[in-house]
């Protein structure tokens, strides 16, 4: 472990980065290289979640079980020990295996063959929802995570919090541009163990366009494989969150990713463009709105006026115009066809 001056010098630094943030990918690679100089780890997987759902969205990882990261995506989910979810009812926001490690069906089914001896865990969430949650894996020779380790990880959850949900409200001002539409949903058909039984005709298309494939990289999105694992997590009573993740792509499109059960063996996953109701509760959960605030933002894109929100909402039109002034101070949108447009996506 490092020093104290190291440390706050490292905490100091993380809150700067945090300060600063607008892309949650290079902030997330920043903290990850301030973290590796003050805590030592050999890998790590970091995932960005649906706020509401708890599902992962995005992945950051590298690790040593690639080839058989569906397996360890579905075991993942099943692990209930310093789950993320599991620590925000037991009120931790950090926490490691240490000599629990047996009680891990992750650690013992997977890690264990990779000679990976503890696992440190860390979940940032505030009263807007879950923004995602990090593993640090490392080796058995390196020995276990001490517990200044896992208290630093707690001293700087709090501000890495607010800038993974200041990333999220970031994506919603990117101006929408039109792309495919009309090819209905994505649909693959995975097997219990998330290999890929089949998917509809459409689907490569869809994924090709939306998804553009590298070398070596799978062509099915990891958010597939969360909600699979969480869809696992919740018939066995692991979780009780649906089995669905909001998720970003580019340009002002997010995809809606849900699971079901299909038969007795096999998983439906269908990826489409998340519904306006959909993304006005992710913009107003990442932009820190009220529930009045909340409430007034979705009056407003059922196309209601001042006076006619006013009337829905019970208050006087003075009310809506604070409200409103609110709003656009937590969003920085100055008018209403700005905030909307960010909300909606569209033009």
């Known amino acids: 472990m490092a020093t104290s001056t190291a440390l706050t010098r490292a905490r100091e630094h993380i809150g700067e980065l945090c300060r600063t943030a607008e892309d949650e990918l290079t902030f997330r690679m920043a ?22 759902t708890c ?17 360890a995506i579905r075991l993942k989910y099943l692990t209930g020990i310093n789950r993320w979810t599991q620590l925000i009812v037991d009120g931790r926001v950090a926490a490691s295996l240490g000599s629990r490690r047996d009680e891990s069906r992750m650690w013992r089914e997977v890690l264990s063959r990779y000679e990976i001896g503890d696992v440190a865990s860390s979940v940032y969430a505030d009263k807007y ?35 993974l949900r200041s990333c999220v409200a970031a994506k919603f ?5 039109a792309h495919p539409r009309g090819q209905g949903p994505v649909v693959l058909v995975l097997d219990d163990h998330h290999g890929v039984v089949s998917q509809t005709a459409a689907s490569q298309e869809w994924l090709d366009t939306l998804l553009p494939a590298q070398p070596g990289r799978s062509v099915v ?19 009780d969150h649906p089995a669905t993740t909001r998720v970003h ?99």
Request: hydrophobic content about 45%.
């Open 55 to 71: 599902v992962g969205s995005a992945p950051l990882a590298d690790v040593p079980v690639l080839q058989e990261l569906p397996e």
């Open 173 to 177: 001002l990117a101006p929408a541009v």
């Open 221 to 239: 999105p990891a958010s597939a494989y969360n909600v699979a694992g969480q869809l696992a997590a919740l018939e066995e009573g692991i979780d």
């Open 31 to 52: 903290i990850l290289d301030e973290l590796r100089r003050v805590i030592g780890f050999d890998a790590h997987v970091w995932l960005m979640t649906d706020p509401s």
């Open 249 to 347: 792509l580019a340009e002002g499109l997010w995809l809606t990713v849900r699971a079901a059960r299909l038969g007795a063996s096999n998983i439906a996953v269908t990826l489409e463009e998340a519904s306006p109701t959909e993304r006005l509760d992710l913009y107003a959960r990442a932009c820190g709105l009220s529930a009045r605030e909340s409430e007034l933002l979705g009056n407003l894109a059922s196309g209601g006026d001042t006076r006619e929100v006013a009337a829905q909402m019970s208050v006087s039109e003075n009310t809506v115009q604070d409200h409103l002034k609110s709003i656009f101070d937590k969003t920085g949108a100055r008018n209403r066809t700005t905030l909307l447009g960010r909300a909606l996506g569209v033009r």
């Open 129 to 163: 929802g879950c923004w995602g949650f990090l593993d640090l894996w490392r080796a058995e020779a390196a020995g276990p995570f001490g517990e200044a380790d896992i208290k630093f990880l707690a001293s700087v959850a709090e501000p890495v919090t607010k800038a």
